[in-house]
């Protein structure tokens, strides 16, 4: 395990088996229904890589990019879009998927400028959720995992460009430790 980590909070299995039934959830409320999945760059790409190979229905696969704590481990509350999208979302239902929900100022973001495509209709997935840092009314539709309020990594989530390869979710020593 990389220095820089504490402690492992879920492992490999426990994830693969968490992204399976969010899956199972997608599955049942999309069924054969079009849907795009919108990734949020670059912390969801591996959450995005897992789901949708236990998908089964047309899902159209479409990335955006945000960046909102630079290198900081605390948030600084903007979160700068770059949207790149070639797919069309008009009239079709689109599910964000990001890695995790903080103080929800990113997804509200998103949310908000994706509705401005005209969607038909917008659902968000996220892989970890810490509510208690929310500043941002928002809650996702589908969730992976409920957090404290920790600094993870791991699983897509980074540390300074660094640890996104980690095939779990750890918990990051603090900083002077
Ligand atoms: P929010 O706008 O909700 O405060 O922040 C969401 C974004 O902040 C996430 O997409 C992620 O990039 C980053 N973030 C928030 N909490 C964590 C965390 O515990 N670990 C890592 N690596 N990134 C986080
Ligand atoms: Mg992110």
């Known amino acids: 395990m990389p220095r820089q980590v504490a402690r492992v ?21 999309f069924g054969d229904e079009d849907l795009v999945i919108l990734a949020v760059l670059r912390g969801s790409m591996i959450f995005l ?3 949708i190979r236990f998908l089964q229905g047309p899902v159209t696969i479409e990335v955006i990019r945000a960046a909102s704590y630079g290198h900081a481990t605390v948030s600084s509350g903007t979160a700068r879009i770059r949207d790149e999208m070639d797919v069309d ?3 079709r239902d689109v599910l964000i998927l990001d890695d995790i929900l903080d103080t929800g100022r990113t997804l509200a973001r998103i949310k908000g400028h994706i509705q401005s495509h005209g969607p038909r209709a917008i ?41 996104r390869n980690l095939p779990y ?8 430790n």
């Open 169 to 176: 979710i750890g918990i990051l020593e603090e900083e002077g």
């Open 89 to 91: 979302i008009r009239n």
């Open 123 to 163: 659902r968000t997935c996220v892989f970890l959720d810490k509510p208690s840092r929310r500043v941002v009314d928002i809650k996702p539709d589908y969730c992976g995992f409920t957090i404290e309020d920790h600094f993870v990594v791991g699983y897509g989530l980074d540390y300074k460009d660094t640890l």
């Open 9 to 29: 909070l879920f492992t490999e299995a426990q994830i693969r088996q968490r992204v399976r039934e969010l899956a199972s959830e997608i599955q049942r409320d």
């Open 49 to 51: 890589a897992d789901l």
